[in-house]
């Protein structure tokens, strides 16, 4: 089983400012690498595939970077909508599926 | 507009069954590949099973293996978990996610249904 660790466990930051939220895989899982966020009472939404592509709809001020082990989810100027929980997953190797233990964006 | 709705859950007594389902609108049910994943209250996301568009492959963590089972009906756009000999640590929210055309990331999630395991 592929082990997915995100740092960090909490994140303060005030809005507009930039947030850096890590993932760190501990077999590489090339580029197959999503990151969703999840707000309170609600389902997860996809923010990234691929590692580095948006879904449709997310906003340019979300960016992810990263191969093989470690990866990045940028968000710059932080809106007041964007602060939730974010979950990494890696889909390279079906059996199973793993996501991150997430990281809670709060504000600062 | 793609649309996910889970239904079923409820209360049920530690060795008991639940059949959920997810009705699916919005998209051409019978050509994506679905999921059941669930998140247990205040903890985080655990992939439970996969099953391919046709229904012929499907996959089971191991948790759940030999418990739990997906089937499809693709006539009726309905994805099923059948849920046996129940756990207390199988309490959670049970969302079904669709597999993206694209790659294989959850593009769209239901709301969830609750499951509580509970005497």
């Known amino acids: 089983e592929i082990v997915m660790t995100q740092s960090p466990a909490t994140l303060s930051v005030s809005p507009g400012e930039r947030a850096t939220l890590s993932c760190r895989a501990s077999q590489s899982v090339s580029s197959n690498l999503a990151w969703y966020q999840q707000k309170p009472g609600q389902a997860p939404r996809l923010l990234i595939y691929g590692a580095s592509t948006r879904a449709t709809g997310i906003p340019a001020r979300f960016s992810g970077s990263g191969s093989g082990t470690e990866f990045t989810l940028t968000i710059s100027s932080l809106q007041s909508e964007d602060f939730a929980v974010y979950y990494c997953?890696?889909?390279?190797?079906?059996?199973?599926?793993?996501f991150g233990q997430g990281t809670r964006l709060e504000i600062k | 507009e793609v649309q996910l709705v889970e239904s079923g859950g409820g209360l049920v007594q530690p060795g008991g069954s639940l059949r959920l389902s997810c009705a699916a609108s919005?998209?051409?049910?019978?050509?994506?590949?679905m999921n059941w994943v669930r998140q247990a209250p205040g903890k985080g996301l655990e992939w439970v099973s996969y099953i391919s568009s046709s229904g012929s492959t499907i996959y089971y963590a191991d948790s759940v293996k030999g418990r739990f089972t997906i089937s499809r009906d693709n006539a009726k756009n309905s994805l099923y978990l059948q849920m046996n000999s129940l756990r207390a640590e199988d309490t959670a929210v049970y969302y079904c996610a669709r597999t993206s055309g694209y790659d294989s990331d959850f593009d769209y999630w239901g709301q969830g249904t609750l499951v509580t395991v509970s005497s």
């Open positions: 919005g998209f051409t049910f019978s050509s994506y590949e």
């Open positions: 997953q890696q889909y390279n190797n079906w059996l199973p599926i793993t």
